[in-house]
């Protein structure tokens, strides 16, 4: 296993080091003292900051702070579930806002889960257990109605695996979640966005409420980014989410109801056999 520090700022460094998925980079933040931003092979996964874990600095993983604040009242505990681990920036930021929680974190990348523990490690008063395991294969051993929350974030080489984005996952994200639990996922689309539509579409067969939040330049379909999309089997806290999104330093917007199907466009659910691996992003995206 390759490993390079380079020079940084006082004590922080760079890290630099072979992973399963890739190469990872821990870049030191310049602004915030004992901040990291995550890199696969070039692409930004995850940001933390050690000393303020309740502090989320990309917008999609603010998106998802807004559906994890919602899930219960104000610092009640919950249960919830991460597919997909990168640093571990949300199941940080629920153990911070919401002490006593019980998280699962699942992340096929275990050399990614070694690097990250090793050089961010969790607090350990907080309540997350990690599994080296496909997000799938994982899911299958949770038990029913088990989760508060369960929050998808799962990307190889920047795109979904296939296998995460059908009929038939959903399904089991649903049995795994409690009546009334949420599931949050981190999709990313460009121009025409058929991916998203058909998300959106594939969780409408699963899921009876359903919201979308997004930048409205990536719903007119104007440029590659992320979208949130939440689904639940009870009404969704929409006027909140709205004001919490429009509210945010970089504001989105929340499709729901009506105006989501328009959205989806008569897209049509995704099943296992014809499931297929999100968009790559463009290269301009990550420069």
């Known amino acids: 296993m390759a490993r390079n520090r380079r020079g940084g700022r006082d004590a922080a460094e760079a890290v630099v080091e072979e992973v399963d998925g890739g190469l990872a980079e821990l870049m030191p933040d310049r602004d ?51 597919l997909g681990g990168g640093a571990f920036t949300l199941a940080r930021y629920i153990a911070a806002t919401r002490p006593r929680s019980t998280q699962q974190v699942i992340e096929r990348d275990t ?28 899911l299958v051993k949770i038990a029913d109605g088990w989760a508060d929350l ?14 995460l984005t059908s009929t038939e996952f959903l399904t089991d994200v649903r049995r795994v979640l409690k009546p009334g639990g949420y599931y949050a996922a981190n ?20 899921f009876p409420e359903l919201a979308l939040i997004a930048d409205p330049a990536v719903l007119r379909g104007k440029r590659f980014g992320n979208a949130v999309l939440v689904g639940r089997d009870l009404p969704l806290p929409i006027a909140e989410l709205t004001r919490r999104s429009a509210g945010d330093s970089h504001p989105a917007r929340v499709e729901h109801g009506r105006a989501l199907a328009d959205f989806s466009g008569g897209a049509t659910a995704v ?6 691996a999100s968009p790559a992003p463009p290269p301009s995206v990550f420069r």
């Open 187 to 206: 999709l990313a689309d460009g121009p025409p966005l058929a991916h998203l539509r058909g998300q959106v579409a594939t969780a409408a067969a699963v």
């Open 32 to 82: 915030r003292p004992r901040a990291w931003t995550l890199l696969v092979d070039g692409a930004p996964q995850s940001h933390v900051d050690l000393d303020d874990p309740a502090y989320l600095d990309f917008e999609y993983q603010r998106r998802l702070g807004h559906v994890a604040d919602l899930v219960a009242p104000a610092g009640k505990p919950i249960h919830a579930l991460h």
């Open 111 to 138: 050399a990614l889960i070694q690097l990250v523990r090793r050089e961010l490690p969790l607090d350990p008063q907080a309540r997350v257990r990690v599994r080296g395991a496909d997000a799938r294969e994982g």
């Open 271 to 276: 099943t296992d056999a014809g499931a297929v």
């Open 150 to 163: 369960i929050i998808a974030d799962v990307f190889s080489g920047a795109r979904t695996p296939a296998h």
